[in-house]
């Protein structure tokens, strides 16, 4: 099962490794379902990156831990509120995110911590999420149930020889939701696992007059019996993400594979919404195998000559967005049939305001449109602190 699988797919997938070791920069944990917009860098003088021989560890752990900036955001018309606060205290760092969805009720929560003084960088993470999922996979279908996911992750990152690293990590993850036959009770799933995964990064490497930079990790995670969990199976997690850019243009990529090599009790995974097929309703899919492509190509109108508004201000950045994405999810004769795929396409504008030469805030607009008849645009505008 598993090779007739991955043979469609992972064609796509290593074309799209290949272009984000050339083209992406910020490392995205192969379990990560949901991205945001990359973020736009502080307003300072341009300068050119130089060639270091070696990364220190807090700063590589830095990028391949930490997927976030301390930020404050607001999405609309989706009411989210969305918090990401990071802090370090010598060798120890730690970064707390919450969550918040007005309109669906959902919300999430998750710390994770890291101690980067040695080549072998412990780290932990816990998390609880609330969302909502269709009770059917059947289209139109508006009936949507709860689900609860909390998990605990202990692990250690071993830098290897660079750019290349090691994490082992232990893992125990809880599914809750109402029962399909009666929703007045409660169904759980638990499930305990090892995974074991290698990444290789790239850092501000100069070619053909961009600076390039990204992530390649592959991991395999092993889910085993215990108690009165029966989830038993292996699974493939494979991700890649990066950017190339100059003055006038980033060229950001990303591709996303989750693959059941065998085994039974696979929780869903699920695809929908902004940055996972933005032109969908949130979680609108779901399945135990799956496969996604991204690219966002970002033109910098004004990026050398900030535009001048109130005292103190000036839009520092004005930026054109195209994205497109392409996925699917299921069992994996859907996925291995790139026919059926859900295809995305986005246009919007982004700005960042700057107040005395230092970063105030940034502002964006977008406007989706799925390929599929019958499907009506999708419109994101937001506040990004």
Do not use: C
């Amino acid at each position: 099962m598993f090779p007739k699988f991955v043979a469609a797919p992972t064609k796509l997938l290593l074309a799209a490794g290949w272009l984000a070791l050339m083209t992406t920069s910020l490392s995205l944990p192969p379990s990560a379902i949901a991205q945001e917009e990359p973020e736009a860098e502080s307003p300072a003088p341009e300068t050119k990156p130089q060639d270091e021989p070696k990364l220190p560890v807090e700063v590589r752990m830095k990028r391949l831990v930490f997927k976030y900036e301390t930020e404050v955001s607001f999405l609309l018309p989706e009411g989210e509120f969305d918090a990401a606060l990071e802090k370090k205290i010598g060798h120890f760092a730690t970064q707390t995110r919450a969550r918040y969805n007005f309109l669906r009720g959902e919300m999430g929560f998750s710390l994770q911590n890291a101690y980067t003084r040695f080549r072998l960088v412990p780290q932990m993470q816990v998390y609880d999420r609330l969302h909502f999922v269709p009770v059917f996979e059947e289209q139109n279908r508006q009936d949507r149930v709860w689900r609860r996911e909390q998990g605990v992750q202990l692990g250690a990152r071993m830098f290897l020889l660079q750019p290349v690293s090691a994490l082992t990590s232990f893992n125990y993850q809880r599914y809750s939701f109402p029962s399909t036959v009666n929703k007045q009770d409660l169904e759980t799933q638990q499930v305990h696992s090892i995974g074991q995964s290698l990444g290789v990064q790239a850092d501000s490497s100069h070619a053909l007059g961009f600076y390039h930079s990204g992530l390649f990790d592959v991991e395999i995670v092993r889910a085993f019996p215990f108690g009165r969990n029966r989830s038993d199976f292996w699974q493939l997690h494979v991700a890649t993400r990066g950017v190339s850019e100059n003055a006038w243009l980033s060229v950001i990529g990303e591709a996303r594979l989750i693959s059941l090599i065998d085994g039974k009790g696979v929780p869903l995974s699920f695809l929908g919404g902004r940055n996972r097929l933005s032109a969908y309703d949130v979680n609108e899919f779901s399945g135990i195998n799956l496969f996604y492509v991204s690219q966002a190509n970002r033109f910098h109108l004004n990026k050398r000559k900030p535009l001048g508004l109130v005292r103190g201000f000036s839009m520092y950045e004005t930026n054109l967005v195209l994205h497109a994405e392409a996925g699917q999810i299921g069992f994996d004769k859907k996925v291995r049939d790139l026919s059926t795929y859900h295809v995305s396409v986005g246009l919007g504008f982004s700005g960042i305001a700057a107040y005395r030469q230092r970063r105030a805030f940034e502002l964006f607009f977008f406007v989706y449109k799925a390929l599929e008849t019958g499907r009506k645009p999708k419109y994101y505008f937001g506040i990004r602190y």
